[in-house]
Nanobody, 125 residues
């Protein structure tokens, strides 16, 4: 079974940047990032096909500030987060799947079979 390990979280001030990494122990077709803020539902952030350069972002705001990428040689997905806002504060989860659509539309969470433990991102104003 594929295992996922996140790294790179931390605390930054508003406007700052962070880069999250997610190493996978095996190959999958799709990797994604979700996040869950305190008291809120887990929501999708971005997804990427590992076999072709196709990405999907949750909304225009995320797409304008975040960038998801995948390094095939390292079997690692990244989430570069820029212009961070306090509302980006959440636990970020890496996810992977091989069967469903490679998106983070509402409800996509159920398509992802493998999940990381989560990593904290805190943005202070």
């Amino acid at each position: 079974q594929v295992q996922l390990m996140e790294s790179g979280g931390g605390s930054v001030q508003s406007g700052g940047s962070l880069k999250l990494s997610c190493g996978a122990s095996g190959r999958t077709n799709c990797m994604a990032w979700f996040r869950q803020a305190p008291g809120k539902e887990r929501e999708g952030v971005a997804a990427i096909f590992t076999v072709r350069p196709l990405t999907h972002y949750a909304d225009d705001d995320v797409e304008g500030r975040f960038r998801i990428s995948f390094d095939e040689a390292k079997n690692t997905a990244y989430l570069e987060m820029n212009s961070l806002k306090p509302e980006d504060t959440a636990t970020y989860f890496c996810a992977a799947q091989t069967t469903g659509p490679c998106t983070v539309v509402p409800g996509a969470r159920s398509w992802y079979q493998r999940w990381g433990q989560g990593i904290e991102v805190t943005v202070s104003s």
